[in-house]
T-cell receptor, first 113, second 113 residues
Framework: SQELEQSPQSLIVQEGKNLTINCTSSKTLYGLYWYKQKYGEGLIFLMMLQKGGEEKSHEKITAKLDEKKQQSSLHITASQPSHAGIYLCGADMGAGNNRKLIWGLGTSLAVNP | DGGITQSPKYLFRKEGQNVTLSCEQNLNHDAMYWYRQDPGQGLRLIYYSQIVNDFQKGDIAEGYSVSREKKESFPLTVTSAQKNPTAFYLC????????????FGPGTRLLVL
């Protein structure tokens, strides 16, 4: 099973609508990263969250890490066609020599004009 | 402009041929990473290097080799032992071994003729 679960797997919304993407783990997340990827291109860094309850915003995108540091949500307000792409979450898990970076499978977002 | 460059954008491999993917960064980052991305499987770590002249195997190192002779360069060779090399390859770098953000290159798509 996937250590980092993303939901939904894909999403189609009408332009102007709000949406939320979730990233969930059964273990504590020491650092949670959100990236966006256009098909056939590299990953663009959006935000990093480290502290429980932390919330960050970039333009119309807000990401939050819950108090238990096991789930993060990415919220897009008033979606635009430019928001379309694949959103991936990555997380630092473990500590010291056991630390590793793991990845969700991504959420594909389409925004219809 | 600081960043990570990967070349070529597309690469074709014949049966039994070794091919090398280039990754260069001018961010002065210590750590560099190679990932493979396949549809539905997310990012999988091939090799990583925390410092010059040192590198470690990731989760799917078989059929691949790397070198780290210079801080800014981390080429990946896909050998003939890799039986299913068709994928999108992403290079990333990170400053230090702490909870720093990974930044990605634009990727190389490898196709088998």
């Amino acid at each position: 099973s996937q250590e980092l679960e993303q939901s939904p797997q894909s999403l189609i919304v009408q332009e102007g609508k709000n949406l939320t993407i979730n990233c969930t783990s059964s273990k504590t997340l020491y650092g949670l990263y959100w990236y966006k990827q256009k098909y056939g291109e590299g990953l663009i860094f959006l935000m990093m969250l480290q502290k429980g309850g932390e919330e960050k915003s970039h333009e119309k995108i807000t990401a939050k890490l819950d108090e238990k540091k096991q789930q993060s949500s990415l919220h897009i307000t008033a979606s635009q066609p430019s928001h379309a792409g694949i959103y991936l979450c990555g997380a630092d898990m473990g500590a010291g020599n056991n630390r590793k970076l793991i990845w969700g499978l991504g959420t594909s977002l389409a925004v219809n004009p | 402009d600081g960043g990570i460059t990967q070349s070529p954008k597309y690469l074709f491999r014949k049966e039994g041929q070794n091919v090398t993917l280039s990754c260069e960064q001018n961010l002065n980052h210590d750590a560099m990473y190679w990932y493979r991305q396949d549809p539905g499987q997310g990012l999988r770590l091939i090799y990583y290097s925390q410092i010059v002249n040192d590198f470690q195997k990731g989760d799917i190192a078989e059929g691949y080799s790397v070198s780290r002779e210079k801080k800014e360069s981390f080429p990946l060779t896909v050998t003939s032992a890799q039986k299913n090399p068709t994928a999108f390859y992403l290079c990333a770098s990170r400053n230090g071994g702490g909870r720093e953000t990974q930044y990605f290159g634009p990727g190389t798509r490898l196709l088998v003729l």
